[in-house]
């Protein structure tokens, strides 16, 4: 059974209908989609049906002894491979970027849901900013430690704009109030698969890549030229943020003119 709560607003009426479907059904496996708000529902639906609960799987395989569910390990360091018996259901959501491609689903039917008088129940929602969500962006510019302060992130929005992009940070950021939590990219944080992400003052920790690391083309602007996030980038820029971000500004501006020389930073070789 798939299920795509990607325009869901969280109401556990919806979760709960989906366990009942599943148990009805029987279902061997469910699988979820649809960001972070997948993880709250699949929790809840294997909680509720005494299932097993595996999530940011890349797929899902048969074995001898049942199911084997392959899923990144250590912030996708490694590849994990999980066997898991048939006796119990299994309740997955996907890595961001591990589904691409292949025909849209057909819809089988439409399942029409009343809001629950739960103990549990939305009573308000609030859109902190009308700005492109981040885990259906395509493109993402995501800004770091060394963005240095609130200003910085104002004049890293001119980038995030001129490529249209939305707009992202690691955790300091995010912990020290410069930007909104829900801007955190990582491991306790969203999951990203754009097709580009621009890392600007951001050292690249294990957490911080565990949320970026689908994306399709990285490019890292930083002074340090031994930052990791270097290495994992497929463009990696050796230079001071303001300068870098300012050529680009000016490429991509209508006028464009050729960046000049103290712009257009140093690019160095780079392995992913
Ligand atoms: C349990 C746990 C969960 C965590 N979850 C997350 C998470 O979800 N997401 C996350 O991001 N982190 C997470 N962290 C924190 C993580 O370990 C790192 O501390 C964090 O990612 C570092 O953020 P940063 O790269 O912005 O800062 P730093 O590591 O301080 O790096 C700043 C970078 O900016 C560069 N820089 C400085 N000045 C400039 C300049 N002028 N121009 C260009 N570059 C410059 C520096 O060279 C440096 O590489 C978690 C940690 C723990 C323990």
Redesign the pocket.
């Known amino acids: 059974m798939g299920v795509d709560v990607s325009d869901h607003d969280g109401d556990p009426a919806v979760a709960a209908a989906v366990a009942t479907l599943a148990v009805e059904h029987d279902c061997s496996i469910v699988a979820v989609a649809g960001g972070t708000t997948a993880e709250d529902l699949a929790a809840r639906v294997a909680a509720s049906t005494d299932g097993l609960l595996a999530l940011d799987t890349r797929a899902v395989t048969s074995c001898a002894s049942g199911l084997r569910v392959h899923r990144p390990a250590f912030g996708g360091a490694f590849d994990a491979e999980i066997e898991v018996g048939r006796s119990r259901r299994l309740v997955v959501t996907f890595d961001p970027g591990s589904v691409t491609g292949g025909p849209p689903l057909a819809a089988i039917g439409m399942l029409t849901i009343e809001p629950s008088p739960g103990p549990v129940r939305l009573v308000e929602q609030r859109h902190e900013d009308e700005a492109l969500p981040l885990s259906r962006a395509r493109r993402v510019v995501a800004g770091?430690?060394?963005i240095?302060g609130p200003e910085g992130f104002t004049e890293l929005g001119k980038l995030a704009d001129a490529l249209g992009a939305a707009m992202a940070a690691?955790?300091?950021?995010c912990d020290a109030g410069w930007v909104p939590g829900h801007h955190?990219?990582?491991?306790?944080?969203a999951r990203v698969a754009p097709e580009l992400y621009v890392a600007?003052?951001?050292?690249?920790?294990v957490?911080?890549r565990a949320?970026m690391h689908s994306a399709q083309t990285v490019v890292a602007?930083?002074?340090?030229p031994e930052?990791p996030i270097l290495r994992h980038a497929d463009l990696a820029v050796v230079g001071?943020?303001?300068e870098v971000v300012a050529g680009m500004l000016e490429v991509l501006s209508d006028d464009a003119t050729p960046p000049s020389r103290q712009h257009a930073g140093q690019p160095i070789g780079a392995e992913r």
Not at 170 to 173: E, I, K, L, V
Not at 184 to 189: D, N
Not at 221 to 224: F, M
């Open positions: 770091g430690r060394g240095g690691s955790r300091p950021p955190q990219v990582g491991i306790t944080g600007v003052g951001i050292s690249g920790s957490q911080h949320g602007i930083n002074t340090d930052a001071d943020w303001r």
